[in-house]
């Protein structure tokens, strides 16, 4: 089974950005855990795509957040979000012609998800604190 589940040190302290990120810890997991059962690869591509639409979903979630409180980074940090979608549908294509694989992306998804929460989103639930949206 997978090693990613949702851990309190995930909060950043925005309740919709944190339950955003708990359903984005899901499908991470969901497809860990389809890869290492050796499921459909059809399937694991479909649950690839959820999580493809669903980060597109979040950071415009996030960045309408950030908008509303005239988060000062926003700028950057919608730079950011871009580039992670296109690294994603880069991977993805990758994966599909067999020059990277699943178990590596997994891992990249793991650290990336932990990573850009830590650092990143921490810095607007900080800011967006005491703010009226």
Do not use: C
Not at 42 to 64: G, P, T, V
Not at 88 to 113: R, S, V
């Amino acid at each position: 089974m997978t090693d990613i589940e949702w851990k309190k040190s995930y909060e950043v302290g925005h309740e919709r950005i944190d339950f955003e990120h708990r359903i984005f810890v899901d499908l991470i997991a969901r497809i860990d855990d389809a890869q290492q059962k050796g499921d459909d690869p059809k399937y694991i591509q479909r649950l690839l795509e959820e999580l493809r639409k669903y980060a597109e979903f979040h950071f415009i979630s996030e960045e309408n957040i950030m908008y509303s409180v005239s988060y000062p980074d926003y700028e950057s940090h919608r730079t950011h979000h871009q580039k992670l979608i296109e690294t994603y549908n880069q991977t993805l294509m990758q994966i599909e012609l067999g020059e990277q694989t699943i178990n590596d992306f997994i891992t990249f998804l793991k650290d990336w998800f932990v990573n850009h929460t830590l650092h990143e989103d921490k810095n607007i639930s900080d800011y967006v604190k005491g703010k009226q949206i």
